[in-house]
T-cell receptor, first 115, second 111 residues
């Protein structure tokens, strides 16, 4: 049981380049999320998916697109990377815990630098 | 809207000291409350949670009590270790499957 996995772990891009961050979970969770983490800003939600085939914008969606490929996989795409997108990106998944709350499980993160 | 406010860090303590990290929240409903921990170079892990007023969550020697009257969920540990050095996030979930996180508090424990 690997939990939530993310690839790649590290990436350096030049301004204007594109890339896709991959995320997969093996816990059969319905909900999946993409966050970015910046110093002093905590975690900010980029996009989330409540179920296969649905996606919704979070707090900071500009410059990103997502695809919920199937129940397991949720990818994040940067079409034209900008230095402001230098950050650590986390994928998470969750499902109702049965005791009145959702608990999120996080992947190890992708450290992205845009030069 | 809903929000979480936690004390700013970094917090530096000596090993075996008592730890408190303050957290207060604003929510329109009756949220579930969480503490997550992030060790260096890793993702966040759920440390403990409480789903209703007066519940106490506990794990690995850490405790937090859901106080509805003061809208607080302070994290405490009686005797910290060097291995507790990490970033701690207070968070809430209110009515749906999204979690709102505080900005995190970095904790340094000196041997």
């Amino acid at each position: 049981n690997a939990g939530v996995t993310q690839t790649p772990k590290f990436q350096v891009l030049k301004t204007g380049q594109s890339m896709t961050l991959q995320c997969a979970q093996d816990m059969n969770h319905n909900s999946m999320y993409w966050y970015r983490q910046d110093p002093g800003m905590g975690l900010r939600l980029i996009y989330y998916s409540a179920s296969e085939g649905t996606t919704d914008k979070g707090e900071v969606p500009n410059g990103y697109n997502v695809s919920r490929l199937n129940k397991r996989e949720f990818s994040l795409r940067l079409e034209s990377a900008a230095p402001s997108q230098t950050s650590v990106y986390f994928c998470a998944s969750s499902d109702f815990s049965g005791v009145g709350s959702y608990e999120q499980y996080f992947g190890p993160g992708t450290r992205l630098t845009v030069t | 809207g809903d929000s979480v406010t936690q004390m700013e860090g970094p917090v530096t303590l000596s090993e075996e000291a008592f730890l408190t990290i303050n957290c207060t929240y604003t929510a329109t409903g009756y949220p579930s409350l969480f503490w997550y921990v992030q060790y260096p170079g890793e993702g966040l892990q759920l440390l403990l949670k409480a789903t209703k007023a007066d519940d106490k969550g506990s794990n690995k020697g850490f405790e937090a009590t859901y106080r509805k009257e003061t809208t607080s969920f302070h994290l405490e540990k009686g005797s910290v270790q060097v291995s507790d050095s990490a970033v701690y996030f207070c968070a809430l979930s209110d009515r749906d499957d999204k979690i709102i996180f505080g900005k995190g508090t970095r904790l340094h424990i000196l041997p």
